[in-house]
């Protein structure tokens, strides 16, 4: 079984940064590829970034330019670095991880994240 604990979240000003963390209770050698989505009220939820075992990332148009997913192996962490925050990214970010050979995608608990204008 895979544990994700998304950390990070707050309260922050339109044109802030936050760095989002998601913490992985297994080895990245064991992961295939990881994730973050984000989803705020009234709207389905949406991939903001993912990142595969190769390294190669996806954005969502809407972040591209703006936010930076990046993974550190050695303490098996997936970060979210977001920059000009933007009210529009008010959501609850949510990280998830597939394990190799499995087909089970298991999800974080999510974290807020609020852009006051």
């Known amino acids: 079984q895979v544990q994700l604990v998304e950390s990070g979240g707050g309260l922050v000003q339109a044109g802030g940064s936050l760095r989002l963390s998601c913490a992985c209770s297994?080895?990245?050698?064991?992961?295939?590829?990881m994730g973050w989505y984000r989803q705020a009220p009234g709207k389905q939820r949406e991939l903001v970034a993912t990142v595969t075992s190769d390294g190669s990332t996806v954005y969502a148009d809407s972040v591209k330019g703006r936010f930076t997913i990046s993974r550190d192996n050695v303490k098996n962490t997936l970060y979210l670095q977001m920059n000009s925050l933007k009210p529009e990214d008010t959501a609850v970010y949510s990280c998830?991880?597939?394990?190799?050979?499995?087909?089970?995608?298991?999800w974080g608990q999510g974290t807020q994240v609020t852009v006051s204008s």
């Open positions: 297994v080895s990245f050698s064991r992961i295939n590829g």
């Open positions: 998830n991880a597939k394990l190799k050979y499995l087909t089970k995608i298991y």
